[in-house]
């Protein structure tokens, strides 16, 4: 029941991104298993270029895992993100699907239009881009206020210059000690020689 939604759903979004299916073609028959744990599904590009779940015996020429983590930062579009997802198997196809999944855009306006009409659809988008723009905009002052509040009043994370601070004591010790160490050995060759 879920893998026949999941395709339908799948194809949707390819026919409503054109582009995606002809990146695709080049990979008909090759199989794909995406994890976001705890999801998981293995998929299949068709030779038009569509994607079908395929069955539980396929065997994957490519794995993409995204950590939860990875996938909120993408969500959130931190493009750096994309970067950190995992790939196994045949590199130029998953990068390839990669590159169609976080292309695709869903006309949700478009689909919800056909059920309630053009107006209404406009109108129910536009207050629903609104409202996830208050959300972030919270969201963003509340991180702020921890932020502040963890730094200052409870201190449990660092400021960044402290941490700059620290990176760059660090670097000067290493450098210190690598210093020293050639010296001990120079003592140690001089040494050496006189006996």
Same mark, same amino acid.
Not at 4 to 12: Q, Y
Not at 76 to 105: P, W
């Given at each position: 029941?879920?893998?026949?939604?999941?395709? $339908?759903? =799948?194809?949707?979004? =390819?026919? &409503?991104?054109?582009?995606?299916?002809?990146? =695709?073609?080049?990979? /008909?028959?090759?199989?794909?298993? =995406?994890?976001?744990?705890? #999801?998981?599904?293995?998929?299949?590009?068709?030779?038009?270029?569509?994607?079908?779940?395929?069955?539980?015996? /396929?065997?994957?020429?490519?794995?993409?895992?995204?950590?939860?983590? !990875?996938?909120? @930062?993408?969500?959130?579009? +931190?493009?750096?993100?994309?970067?950190?997802?995992?790939?196994?198997? +045949?590199?130029?196809?998953?990068?390839?699907?990669?590159? !169609? #999944?976080?292309?695709?855009?869903?006309?949700?306006?478009?689909?919800?239009?056909?059920?309630?009409?053009?107006?209404? /659809?406009?109108?129910? !988008? @536009? $207050?629903? @881009?609104?409202?996830?723009?208050?959300?972030?905009?919270?969201?963003?002052?509340?991180?702020?206020?921890?932020?502040?509040?963890?730094?200052?009043?409870?201190?449990?994370?660092?400021?960044?210059?402290?941490?700059?601070?620290?990176?760059?004591?660090?670097?000067? #010790?290493?450098?210190?000690? &690598?210093?020293?160490?050639? $010296?001990?050995?120079? #003592?140690?060759? @001089?040494? &050496?020689?006189?006996?």
């Amino acid at each position: 029941m879920l893998k026949p939604l999941l395709t $339908r759903l =799948l194809n949707h979004l =390819l026919t &409503q991104n054109s582009w995606a299916a002809e990146q =695709l073609q080049p990979f /008909a028959g090759k199989h794909a298993h =995406l994890a976001l744990p705890p #999801l998981s599904a293995t998929v299949v590009v068709l030779e038009d270029g569509g994607l079908a779940i395929a069955g539980e015996t /396929a065997i994957a020429d490519a794995t993409i895992t995204v950590p939860p983590s !990875v996938a909120l @930062r993408i969500l959130a579009g +931190d493009e750096r993100a994309n970067t950190s997802a995992a790939i196994t198997g +045949d590199t130029e196809f998953a990068t390839a699907l990669a590159k !169609v #999944l976080q292309g695709m855009s869903w006309e949700y306006e478009e689909d919800l239009s056909h059920i309630v009409g053009d107006i209404p /659809a406009h109108e129910i !988008v @536009r $207050r629903g @881009r609104a409202a996830v723009s208050q959300v972030k905009h919270q969201a963003a002052n509340i991180a702020g206020m921890f932020a502040e509040y963890w730094q200052e009043e409870q201190p449990l994370i660092a400021k960044k210059r402290h941490v700059e601070q620290f990176i760059q004591d660090v670097d000067t #010790l290493q450098e210190d000690t &690598q210093r020293l160490a050639k $010296r001990i050995h120079k #003592l140690k060759d @001089r040494l &050496q020689a006189e006996h």
